[in-house]
């Protein structure tokens, strides 16, 4: 029993409420079976270990009544202790070394764990590419964000905006699944929110509830996924000029909201971005402040996981995780497990691929 107890472990957070009474009930192994391969569509990446087990099991317990009631009181016990761990993960922008260093480190299974990622795949790295693929591939065990760059490759890839002299982006638009890895990322929001935790690349305005921050969000995603997508795209390059107000209208709006959630570092009391700087906090323009020390703030009940600030490095509070820790800069890529808030680096393994 002790050695299937990691495996059958896997089931605890995909199994609760109703499942999970349902499957104490169940008086054989093969109505078991049967209710643990329906749970496999809605919860994938919590059920693979535990399908093979239940099998092998299965067969030794034929005809075997005692063992189907024992079987099925370790299941339910098991899925008391579930093993499995959220780890959010900072900036990858290309570094693909890094991150399977990184996933490595902290001993990622995509059968029991999951990665939120901030935003910022692709870019400035040497292989975007492996990298959208590789987090493509994890499917429902990986949670990410769109970032500025990330929305920079679909706008070059739309033929919306032109390359510049630091991007790194060539390998993606040239690869014949580009139009697949383009299409996957378009679907990917701006912001992610689960329990207290709110995904987000950048950050929010201070006035901003959690709520309206979620409405906009969903607005400017929708656009993004459908037919207004050129001219959200379009009106976001530049985006120097974009200030929030909820008046704004049409495409204007929509790349407001998207601005905000992906660009934002520095902004004044009443919610003016500051579109220019990107250097430490410390140095942060008069009449500004990062958007997290904003007084009042209206999102801080939330945890709020983001990147998009190299030059501040890691920043833990009991209500920040700020990961962006200039991996593509020659410093780290860095995780947070979230049930613990342990925090897992790994050095740059790339040559910094642009400014």
Known sequence: MKSSSAQLGVLATAAHGKELETLGRLARIDEAAHVLSQLIEAHQFACIAITSELQQRAARS???????????????????????????????????????????????????????????????????????????GLGPAAVTVLGNHDLFLLAVA???????????????????DC????????????????????????GLLPHWTLEEAQRLAMEAETALRGEQFNATLRALHPSGHLQWSPDLKGPVRL???????????????????????????????????????????????????????????LHL??????LDSGCVYGRQLTAVRLEDRKVFQVRCEETRGGK
Not at 68 to 80: C, E, G, P, T, Y
Not at 91 to 103: E, K, P
Not at 119 to 126: A, E, H, K, T
Not at 158 to 176: E, F, I, S, Y
């Open 62 to 136: 034929t005809n075997r009544s005692t063992g189907s009631r024992d079987l099925r009181m370790d299941v339910v016990r098991a899925s008391l202790h579930a093993p499995m761990s959220t780890y959010a993960i900072g900036d990858v922008q290309g570094c693909f070394a890094s991150l399977r260093h990184l996933t490595q480190t902290i001993g990622f299974h995509p059968a029991q764990d999951r990665l939120w990622f901030v935003g910022d795949l692709v870019n400035r790295g040497p292989d975007s590419l492996a990298v959208l693929r590789y987090i493509r």
């Open 158 to 176: 739309a033929g919306l905006a032109t390359l510049r002299r630091d991007d790194t982006l060539t390998q993606v638009l040239d690869a014949p």
């Open 179 to 202: 139009d697949e890895l383009t299409t996957w990322l378009r679907q990917q929001p701006l912001l992610y929110r689960e329990g207290s935790y709110v995904l987000v690349h950048a």
């Open 255 to 313: 790349a407001t909201v998207t601005k905000v959630l992906t660009r934002l570092r520095t902004c004044s009391d009443d919610g003016i971005m500051d579109s220019t700087f990107s250097g430490p906090p410390k140095l942060t323009p008069h009449g500004f402040h990062p958007w997290f020390d904003v007084p009042n703030r209206r999102s801080a009940t939330a945890t709020i996981v983001f990147g998009h600030w190299a030059a501040m490095g």
């Open 317 to 322: 509070t009991p209500n920040l995780l700020g």
